[in-house]
């Protein structure tokens, strides 16, 4: 994948009301949302700089009115910035006309909505088709293109049938296969899966993480979900009152948290599926903690797998690089503390009996 | 409080716009004639038993066959009322009527749902075009586009625009904006987003706005009768006037069944055209159980073949039929006429009626082509005024039409009165011995309830009771006068003197009801109703000069009462549709009448010739 085909937003504004200008240049000076909320203008993005990577899934997190879905319309257009530059594959969005503007959305961008948006008088072929058909690709290709589609998300065979003859998480497959059917590099996804029920919604965040595998997209994700936001992305912008707090990995977020906002998202975050050995190891080694015969780790190697590792192997377990180079040992006790809250001291026991982190284990 | 004279203002607004945009409510006119014309050329055209065929057909294809079978039935019913002409008529009207309301609401609707301050305009329009009384702008769309079909037209279009409007910007409102967006996600161009995702999907309730055209249009056809586009709204109205119930119920139930078939065709068709109705349909049928027979529909192909096969056979015996259907003109005299239009304008009162068929008769038979519209006694001055139509004879002068006479007189040419003098009067049944003048009613307040029952307060008459009769013997202070409408106190009187009720009424000679019933006029020894008025013939400015003929047999129209009251009889007895056969049964007891109402002139060939050259010349100019 070329460098050109990276997503990069500069200082984007969205401010609805009178004189958005106006307000766009007290907001750098450093005026307050809600001052302009009292005048009823609405900052609904404030200053938002990123960069997506080619093939990266970039997913942006925050509350309802958090401004999320907002900056995602901006980035293919559907909403024009009041301030700041959108450019993708090499061109600003926001210099071009609404014609061109058109034409990058049919052929380069597609999106997938949250309530699916699948036209209900047109069957799942002709869904899956549709941004062909914007483009004018013969009815012949376009079908051939759309079934392809539909088969890569597991929908072959449901091509006559209509959007509400499906469930709701095939319905969300239509979309997402009438998102890919057009070849576009960039993909939006606006809290595609939180109409889901927890169940479908993991197995569509699998097949999206298994598509992403092959197809490589630059994907931008919208999720109030911090579970999903981990599970998904590469790389996560934290939203609040219109404004980006924090733009990191999911460990970034998880260990080190911009503010306590941030902190108290991740309080509710499952950490054990989030966190890797490379997260969690000591990197003070020795080198020769892997020359034993027992099983070893990689830095890759999620918490859970290393919570089994540990509890078979008397000693702390042995993370290596893809070179069988030691590059860090993994104790029990920093398992359990990073299971409870963060990194703990330990702190020394009156009993002589006990021998501490055990017990804990124990317990817990 | 200043008065604001808003009145003034419109008066001024359409004086202006009558001198100034002339051209375009003549071209609106062209425009709706034509269309009007050609539709029904078209609905006229076939046998009425094919047509229904016809209708049925469409019926069987969109709803199955109970329901072709039951239009069959219900348009046989029509034809066999002898209503059929008139159903097409008002069936072409609402048609057309419908169809231009529809090229200008659904525009205006995607326009109001695109744009929330066209929406914020539009709806107080329409809320004021749907709720101003429809006589307040028949008597403009008169002024502006003449009588009969655009005017009528025009009222039906006013009155019907709003539910198009309405409901075309409602269903694209409320098309899922996600989906809008996710169109415009994918590249779609606004014009495609309107016509591939909004449009198919608020194509429901567009069809149930279109099926809302058609039914206001339909309720509309009655009063659009009253400016002369004839129909079954002109027999309603016909009905109304001549409290003829059985007549009107005819006329009423054929309303209904265009209605009902109009209605269900029209919900079909919104089924059959919107993607989601088909599908929808097709799982309810495929769900239905029971006599698939009932519900079997064909496919279109072989309704369409049913159509033209129809419409091939009524085309086939149009062509072979048509000679002998042409009107044979009874010239038992000279042909005067020689085929000149002369339309005649009429009131559906009793006189007005028995003049104006007898006149049509006549004419007829001196080689004129008559065409006779009827109207309400407004619209029919503003009609004659505007020269749409050339004479009429049922102008109560000077006294009862004064106020018209003042607005219109010097547009319009007094032939002079043919039946006269007609009185006003307050009128008991004859079974009520002491009452025989207006002095009688004296302390007998309690005998009549206190009531004496009127007609229309606008009405001349009522006016005059009100404030000079009533006075005049003292007895406002003990009878009250109930204002409302002639056929409202016909009815009354019927019902009063079936069961020998003492009543008092307001009436007026000539009138049928004299001699339906035994009626005695209260004698009015002071005088306080004046001196009656004369029954004149009106016609058109300049008529005396383009056709001097039938001007001077006009000038010369003079009927006693006797003649009056027996030809009154004879329509009644003939009824409705066959007044001219009444008028020829009546002229076989009265030979006599055509040869002196419309003595032939001398050297008639030659003249004739000649005035029929020049009337052109007017014409064409």
Same mark, same amino acid.
């Given at each position: 994948?070329?460098?050109?085909?990276?997503?990069?937003?500069?200082? /984007? #504004?969205?401010?609805?009301?009178? +004189?958005?200008?106006? !307000?766009?240049?007290?907001?750098?000076? &450093?005026?307050? %949302?809600?001052?302009?909320?009292?005048?009823?203008?609405?900052?609904?993005?404030?200053?938002?700089?990123f960069?997506?990577?080619?093939?990266?899934?970039?997913?942006?997190?925050?509350?309802?009115?958090?401004?999320?879905?907002?900056?995602?319309?901006?980035?293919?257009?559907?909403?024009?910035?009041?301030?700041g530059t959108?450019?993708?594959?090499?061109?600003?969005?926001?210099?071009?006309?609404?014609?061109?503007?058109?034409?990058?959305?049919?052929?380069k961008?597609?999106?997938?909505?949250?309530?699916?948006? /699948? #036209?209900?008088?047109?069957?799942? +072929?002709?869904?899956? !088709?549709?941004?062909?058909?914007?483009? &004018?690709?013969? %009815?012949?290709?376009?079908?051939?293109?759309?079934?392809?589609?539909l088969?890569?998300c597991?929908?072959?065979?449901?091509?006559?049938?209509?959007?509400?003859?499906?469930?709701?998480?095939?319905?969300?497959?239509?979309?997402?296969a009438r998102?890919?059917?057009?070849?576009?590099?960039?993909?939006?996804?606006?809290?595609?899966?939180?109409?889901?029920?927890?169940?479908?919604?993991?197995?569509?965040?699998?097949?999206?993480?298994?598509?992403?595998?092959?197809?490589?997209?630059?994907?931008?994700?919208?999720?109030?979900?911090?579970?999903?936001?981990? +599970?998904?992305?590469?790389?996560?912008?934290?939203?609040?009152? &219109?404004?980006?707090?924090?733009?990191?990995?999911?460990?970034?977020?998880?260990?080190?948290?911009?503010?306590?906002?941030?902190?108290?998202?991740?309080?509710?975050?499952?950490?054990?599926?989030?966190l890797?050995?490379?997260?969690?190891?000591?990197?003070?080694?020795?080198?020769?903690?892997?020359?034993?015969?027992?099983?070893?780790?990689?830095?890759?190697?999620?918490?859970?797998?290393?919570?089994a590792?540990?509890?078979?192997?008397?000693?702390?377990?042995?993370?290596?690089d893809?070179n069988?180079?030691?590059?860090?040992?993994?104790?029990?006790?920093?398992?359990?503390?990073?299971?409870?809250?963060?990194?703990?001291?330990p702190?020394?026991?009156?009993?002589?009996?006990?021998?501490?982190?055990?017990?804990?284990?124990?317990?817990? | 409080?200043?008065?604001?004279?808003?009145?003034?203002?419109?008066?001024?607004?359409?004086?202006?716009?009558?001198?100034?945009?002339?051209?375009?409510?003549?071209?609106?006119?062209?425009?709706?004639?034509?269309?009007?014309?050609?539709?029904?050329?078209?609905?006229?055209?076939?046998?009425?038993?094919?047509?229904?065929?016809?209708?049925?057909?469409?019926?069987?294809?969109?709803?199955?066959?109970?329901a072709?079978?039951?239009?069959?039935?219900?348009?046989?019913?029509?034809?066999?009322?002898?209503?059929w002409?008139?159903?097409?008529?008002?069936?072409?009207?609402?048609?057309?009527?419908?169809?231009?309301?529809?090229?200008?609401?659904?525009?205006?609707?995607?326009?109001?749902?695109?744009?929330?301050?066209?929406?914020?305009?539009?709806?107080?329009?329409?809320?004021?075009?749907?709720?101003?009384?429809?006589?307040?702008?028949?008597?403009?769309?008169?002024?502006?586009?003449?009588?009969?079909?655009?005017?009528?037209?025009?009222?039906?279009?006013?009155?019907?625009?709003?539910?198009?409007?309405?409901?075309t910007?409602?269903?694209?409102?409320?098309?899922?904006?996600?989906?809008?967006?996710?169109?415009?996600?994918?590249?779609?161009?606004?014009?495609?987003?309107?016509?591939?995702?909004?449009?198919?999907?608020?194509?429901?309730?567009?069809?149930?706005?279109?099926n809302?055209?058609?039914?206001?249009?339909l309720?509309?056809?009655?009063?659009?009768?009253?400016?002369?586009t004839?129909?079954l709204?002109?027999?309603?109205?016909?009905?109304?006037?001549?409290?003829?119930v059985?007549?009107?119920?005819?006329?009423?139930?054929?309303?209904?069944?265009?209605?009902?078939?109009?209605?269900r065709?029209?919900?079909?068709?919104?089924?059959?055209?919107?993607?989601?109705?088909?599908?929808?349909?097709?799982?309810?049928?495929?769900?239905?159980?029971?006599?698939?027979?009932?519900?079997?529909?064909?496919?279109?192909?072989?309704?369409?073949?049913?159509?033209?096969?129809?419409?091939l056979?009524?085309?086939?015996?149009?062509i072979?039929?048509?000679?002998?259907?042409?009107?044979?003109?009874?010239?038992?005299?000279?042909?005067v006429?020689k085929?000149?239009?002369?339309?005649?304008?009429?009131?559906?009162?009793?006189?007005?009626?028995?003049?104006?068929?007898?006149?049509?008769?006549?004419?007829?038979?001196?080689?004129?082509?008559?065409?006779?519209?009827?109207f309400?006694?407004?619209?029919?001055?503003?009609?004659?005024?505007?020269?749409?139509?050339?004479?009429?004879?049922?102008?109560?002068?000077?006294?009862?039409?004064?106020?018209?006479?003042?607005k219109?007189?010097?547009?319009?040419e007094?032939?002079?009165?043919?039946?006269?003098?007609?009185?006003?009067?307050?009128?008991?049944?004859?079974?009520?011995?002491?009452?025989?003048?207006?002095?009688?009613?004296?302390?007998?307040?309690?005998?009549?309830?206190?009531?004496?029952?009127?007609?229309?307060?606008?009405?001349?008459?009522?006016?005059?009771?009100?404030?000079?009769?009533?006075?005049?013997?003292?007895?406002?202070?003990?009878?009250?006068?109930?204002?409302?409408?002639?056929?409202?106190?016909?009815?009354?009187?019927?019902?009063?003197?079936?069961r020998?009720?003492?009543?008092?009424?307001?009436?007026?000679?000539?009138?049928?009801?004299?001699?339906?019933?035994?009626?005695?006029?209260?004698k009015?020894?002071?005088?306080?109703?004046?001196?009656?008025?004369?029954?004149?013939t009106?016609?058109?400015?300049?008529?005396?000069?383009?056709?001097?003929?039938?001007?001077?047999?006009?000038?010369?129209?003079?009927?006693?009462?006797?003649?009056?009251?027996?030809?009154?009889?004879?329509?009644?007895?003939?009824?409705?549709?066959?007044?001219?056969?009444?008028?020829?049964?009546?002229?076989?007891?009265?030979?006599?009448?055509?040869?002196?109402?419309?003595?032939?002139?001398?050297?008639?060939?030659?003249?004739?010739?000649?005035?029929?050259?020049?009337?052109?010349?007017?014409?064409?100019?």
């Amino acid at each position: 994948m070329s460098v050109s085909s990276r997503l990069e937003a500069r200082h /984007l #504004f969205k401010v609805f009301g009178r +004189r958005p200008d106006e !307000a766009v240049e007290r907001l750098r000076r &450093g005026a307050d %949302r809600e001052d302009l909320r009292a005048e009823g203008t609405t900052a609904a993005v404030i200053d938002a700089s990123f960069t997506v990577e080619p093939g990266q899934i970039f997913v942006v997190m925050g509350l309802s009115g958090s401004g999320k879905s907002t900056l995602l319309r901006m980035l293919n257009g559907l909403l024009e910035p009041t301030a700041g530059t959108v450019s993708f594959d090499g061109q600003d969005l926001t210099a071009l006309s609404d014609r061109e503007l058109r034409e990058v959305r049919s052929k380069k961008i597609s999106m997938v909505f949250q309530h699916f948006a /699948l #036209f209900p008088h047109r069957s799942v +072929r002709e869904n899956a !088709a549709y941004g062909l058909e914007v483009q &004018g690709v013969p %009815r012949a290709e376009r079908e051939r293109r759309a079934d392809e589609a539909l088969a890569l998300c597991g929908l072959a065979g449901w091509e006559n049938s209509w959007p509400d003859e499906l469930s709701g998480g095939m319905q969300q497959r239509v979309g997402l296969a009438r998102a890919l059917a057009t070849d576009a590099d960039l993909l939006l996804m606006d809290e595609s899966f939180s109409a889901l029920d927890p169940l479908i919604r993991r197995d569509m965040q699998d097949q999206l993480l298994q598509l992403q595998k092959t197809l490589k997209k630059t994907i931008v994700f919208i999720t109030h979900d911090l579970n999903e936001a981990m +599970r998904l992305g590469d790389r996560i912008a934290v939203m609040r009152a &219109g404004r980006i707090v924090q733009i990191g990995t999911a460990e970034d977020i998880l260990l080190r948290p911009a503010d306590d906002y941030v902190a108290s998202f991740t309080q509710d975050v499952d950490r054990s599926r989030v966190l890797t050995a490379e997260a969690v190891m000591d990197r003070e080694v020795r080198g020769d903690e892997a020359d034993c015969g027992c099983d070893t780790a990689t830095p890759q190697t999620p918490f859970t797998e290393l919570c089994a590792l540990s509890a078979r192997i008397p000693h702390p377990v042995a993370v290596l690089d893809e070179n069988r180079e030691v590059v860090g040992v993994v104790r029990r006790q920093r398992l359990v503390g990073f299971l409870g809250d963060g990194e703990t001291t330990p702190v020394s026991c009156d009993a002589p009996r006990d021998k501490g982190g055990e017990k804990e284990v124990a317990r817990a | 409080m200043p008065r604001i004279p808003l009145g003034d203002w419109v008066n001024s607004t359409v004086d202006w716009l009558l001198d100034h945009m002339a051209w375009l409510f003549d071209f609106c006119k062209a425009v709706f004639t034509g269309f009007y014309d050609g539709i029904n050329a078209v609905l006229q055209a076939p046998q009425p038993l094919l047509l229904a065929g016809i209708f049925a057909v469409l019926a069987w294809w969109l709803r199955g066959t109970l329901a072709g079978l039951l239009a069959f039935a219900g348009f046989a019913f029509i034809d066999s009322m002898g209503l059929w002409s008139n159903a097409m008529v008002t069936l072409s009207l609402v048609l057309v009527a419908t169809i231009i309301a529809l090229v200008i609401s659904v525009p205006v609707g995607i326009w109001a749902a695109r744009s929330d301050r066209v929406s914020s305009l539009v709806r107080p329009v329409l809320d004021f075009m749907q709720t101003l009384p429809a006589m307040v702008y028949l008597i403009p769309a008169i002024l502006f586009f003449g009588t009969g079909a655009p005017a009528g037209i025009v009222a039906t279009l006013i009155f019907a625009l709003a539910p198009g409007v309405r409901m075309t910007e409602l269903g694209i409102r409320q098309v899922d904006k996600e989906l809008v967006e996710a169109a415009e996600a994918f590249g779609t161009t606004p014009r495609n987003t309107l016509l591939r995702v909004q449009l198919p999907l608020a194509l429901p309730t567009v069809m149930a706005g279109v099926n809302q055209v058609i039914m206001l249009g339909l309720s509309m056809a009655a009063i659009a009768g009253m400016v002369g586009t004839g129909g079954l709204g002109g027999d309603v109205n016909e009905a109304i006037g001549q409290l003829n119930v059985g007549l009107g119920a005819e006329s009423g139930v054929a309303i209904v069944i265009l209605a009902i078939y109009l209605d269900r065709m029209t919900s079909a068709l919104g089924t059959e055209v919107s993607p989601l109705g088909r599908r929808a349909a097709a799982k309810a049928r495929a769900a239905a159980k029971g006599l698939r027979i009932w519900s079997y529909r064909p496919q279109p192909q072989i309704a369409v073949i049913g159509v033209v096969i129809l419409a091939l056979v009524s085309g086939g015996l149009g062509i072979l039929g048509g000679n002998g259907d042409s009107s044979t003109t009874a010239s038992d005299g000279g042909d005067v006429g020689k085929g000149k239009k002369i339309t005649i304008g009429y009131i559906p009162w009793d006189e007005g009626v028995a003049s104006t068929f007898l006149w049509k008769e006549i004419l007829e038979r001196r080689g004129y082509e008559v065409k006779v519209q009827q109207f309400e006694a407004g619209p029919l001055y503003t009609a004659l005024a505007q020269g749409n139509i050339d004479f009429q004879t049922d102008a109560w002068l000077p006294v009862t039409h004064e106020p018209y006479w003042k607005k219109y007189g010097k547009k319009l040419e007094d032939l002079g009165s043919w039946y006269g003098p007609t009185s006003l009067e307050l009128t008991v049944p004859a079974y009520l011995n002491d009452v025989d003048s207006l002095e009688d009613l004296k302390g007998k307040a309690s005998l009549f309830g206190g009531k004496i029952t009127g007609i229309e307060s606008s009405a001349g008459m009522m006016g005059l009771l009100k404030s000079k009769v009533l006075k005049d013997y003292g007895l406002d202070k003990e009878y009250e006068v109930v204002d409302s409408s002639t056929p409202a106190m016909l009815a009354e009187l019927k019902r009063a003197y079936s069961r020998k009720e003492p009543i008092v009424v307001t009436l007026w000679s000539p009138h049928w009801a004299y001699s339906d019933y035994e009626l005695k006029k209260l004698k009015d020894p002071k005088g306080s109703w004046g001196t009656g008025d004369g029954l004149h013939t009106l016609a058109r400015k300049g008529f005396s000069s383009d056709d001097p003929v039938v001007s001077g047999w006009l000038k010369n129209f003079r009927m006693s009462e006797k003649q009056l009251t027996s030809l009154e009889a004879e329509i009644n007895k003939a009824g409705k549709g066959r007044q001219q056969d009444a008028v020829r049964t009546w002229l076989k007891d009265n030979p006599e009448v055509v040869d002196k109402l419309a003595p032939i002139p001398a050297g008639s060939s030659a003249k004739g010739a000649d005035d029929r050259g020049t009337a052109d010349a007017v014409r064409v100019e």
